[in-house]
């Protein structure tokens, strides 16, 4: 992988939370790149750090130390505003319980990042169909998350986070609310995704959803202890 | 986000909570409507006297001197009267007597001793007959003009005209009766009796004067002329400024207004209190919409919001549910003005006080809901998406 496709890079980086008397290491001297158009998979128990892993990443959070490089540029030199506009044009997230907004139809919720890109509603709502198509639900459009299932509203936040064509899907436990068929349909689709370019990186305690990744890296303590390549079969 | 997009998506929210977005107007539409009713029985108030404080037209000059030991003397009036602008001056005198006819006899009424002018000057009419004339005047003629009231109490539904009547024993001719005219700066016109000026030496008065309207030739030159009749009487009279007023009508009229305004001003003042509680019922809303909608302010954030579009969105709804209750209550304020005007009380509402209400209902908006925006904007997003 060459230097200039990497589009995640986190330089020795690090976050301590202060809890009571106590400091938490969540991230401990943690390196990491993905590349463009990878599919990782960040395994580990729930306290191991990858929350906080896939908080950094996604801008949700900052490092106290270290450097994280996104397409190249160091987070830490951007303003609130401009951290915003990463996470809407570069990021797409994937919650374990979808985090639809519940009073909008599947169609609106796919279109509020775009509307945060300024895009007027008329064409917020055709590329927010175009996006629901693609995960299957074209026909579903005026459903409100409440009358969706579990999967269908899975598909949803995929949508969504597919919607201003994100650098990287960040997806958190995808399958976490999900039953066992429903879950591998909705892995399925990511890989479907990956297949199409898609850069990924998948954070789960689940290592038969691990797998689907072509990379594996074990999370604990706040260490990235290990890292398996595999091609997937 | 479009400024657009938000105004919809605040429409959006608070049609998803209707009840409490309802609830929330209740506050603002209570405190524009009591500001609109209570500004419109203010002004209709304030209207209603000017308008029989002007009546009497803007032309007229209130001449009273108050020392009980100077008065004018007849001469002195005519003196008076032949001042540059003015037009007419109509001295009277206020006798209180016993007039009666047959068994029907009224005590202490009031009797006004007039000239010739003053009919006009004060703009009374005559319903039958005819007024005080020179000829009454010189030759101290005893007749009079009868008041509405007066004339039905005396002679119920017979035309009082030619008939006679006793004003103390004596006997007067009606020669004229006056049309309805209700009381007027405090005089009951309806319930009086006029008699010529000089017959009233025969109900034991002097022809010196102390009362007197002057009528002006160009009402928008009141001020001097007022300064001119304050001369004469200092000159003549020997008085100080203490012991007589000279007031134009103007001037009562801008006094009348000056009071008005105080008195509306001191009614919105009162009503304005049930705005600041409706204002600080929305800012207790848009805190509770605020907490309650923790989650998706970090789905919002982690979907590409800014602070900016985060603040904006509450803002704007907080804006929209005062405006939207500040005109319905404006509306209600108009219906209650309708109400009122029923009971016979003056109600005036007036553009402004209305454009007035509609910009402080946004105002409250913008002040009572920047608190609870700026709190969801500055909440950091994954403590929002971790909370329930």
């Known amino acids: 992988m060459s230097e200039n496709s990497v589009t995640i890079s986190l330089q020795d980086v690090s976050k301590v939370y202060q809890m009571g008397e106590e400091q938490i290491r969540a991230l401990d001297h943690v390196s990491f790149d993905v590349a463009k158009g990878e599919y990782v998979a960040i395994e580990g128990p729930s306290g191991s750090g990858k929350s906080t892993f896939m908080n950094l990443v996604g801008l949700l959070d900052v490092c106290d130390d270290g450097r994280y490089l ?24 994937i919650f374990q319980n979808f985090n639809l907004l519940n009073k909008m139809t599947a169609l609106e919720n796919v279109e509020v990042p775009l509307m945060y890109q300024g895009m007027d509603e008329k064409r917020a709502a055709q590329q927010a169909a175009v996006y629901l198509d693609k995960v299957e639900l074209g026909s579903r459009t005026d459903h409100l998350p409440t009358q969706l299932s579990g999967g269908q509203q899975q598909r949803v936040a995929i949508a969504r986070a597919l919607a201003c064509q994100p650098e990287v899907i960040l997806a958190d436990e995808p399958t976490g609310a999900l039953d066992q068929k429903t879950g591998s349909d909705i892995m399925d689709l990511l890989d479907r995704l990956n297949h199409e370019g898609q850069t990924i990186i998948v954070i789960t305690h689940d290592h038969k959803v691990a797998l689907r990744a072509r990379r594996i890296a074990h999370m604990m303590d706040g260490h990235l202890t290990m890292e398996d390549r595999h091609e997937i079969h | 986000m479009k400024f657009i997009e938000s105004i919809k998506l605040a429409f959006r929210n608070i049609r998803a909570n209707k009840m409490r977005s309802g609830l929330t107007m209740l506050g603002i539409i209570i405190g524009i409507a009591s500001v609109i009713a209570l500004v419109g029985v203010g002004n209709g108030a304030a209207s209603s006297v000017k308008s029989s404080v002007s009546s009497m037209g803007t032309d007229i000059v209130t001449v009273k001197i108050q020392s ?53 000057i004060n703009n009374v009419e005559l319903a039958s007959g005819r007024g005080i004339s020179f000829v009454d005047l010189d030759n101290a003629s005893k007749v009079c003009v009868i008041g509405s009231d007066l004339a039905t109490t005396l002679f119920s539904l017979a035309d009082p005209v030619g008939q006679s009547l006793k004003i103390d024993g004596d006997q007067y001719t009606v020669i004229g009766v006056l049309a309805e005219t209700g009381s007027s700066m405090g005089v009951d016109i309806d319930s009086t009796l006029l008699i010529p000026y000089s017959t009233a030496v025969y109900l034991g008065e002097d022809t010196s004067n102390s009362s007197l309207y002057v009528q002006l030739t160009d009402a928008t030159q009141a001020d001097a002329t007022v300064t001119r009749i304050e001369n004469y009487i200092r000159m003549t009279l020997q008085i100080s ?17 000056d009071i008005n305004s105080t008195l509306s001003l001191m009614l919105a003042g009162i009503a304005s209190i049930s705005l600041v509680v409706g204002g600080i019922g929305v800012m207790n809303v848009m805190l509770v919409s605020v907490s309650e909608r923790t989650r998706e302010i970090g789905v919002r954030k982690s979907l590409g919001a800014r602070r900016r579009d985060i603040l904006l969105q509450f803002l704007i709804e907080a804006v929209v549910i005062s405006v939207l209750g500040g005109i319905i209550g404006i509306l209600m304020g108009l219906f209650a003005g309708i109400v009122i005007q029923n009971f016979g009380t003056g109600f005036e509402a007036s553009g402004d006080v209305i454009l007035i209400a509609f910009v402080t209902s946004a105002a409250i908006g913008l002040i009572f809901g920047s608190f609870p925006a700026y709190r969801a904007s500055a909440l950091s997003p994954i403590e929002a998406l971790r909370s329930e």
């Open chain 2, 68 to 120: 009980d030991d100077a008065s004018l003397s007849e001469d002195q009036v005519t003196a008076l009267g032949a001042l540059d602008n003015v037009a007419a001056v109509a001295p009277y005198k206020s006798i209180s007597a016993t007039v009666s006819r047959g068994d029907t006899s009224t005590s202490r009424s009031t009797i006004l001793a007039i000239n010739q002018s003053y009919l006009s």
């Open chain 2, 241 to 257: 400024s203490d012991d007589y007023s000279v007031t134009s009508q103007s001037s009562m009229i801008a006094a009348m207004e």
């Open chain 1, 70 to 93: 996104l397409d190249g540029v160091d987070v830490a030199t951007l303003s609130d505003d401009q951290q915003a506009a990463i996470r809407n044009k570069k990021i797409g997230f």
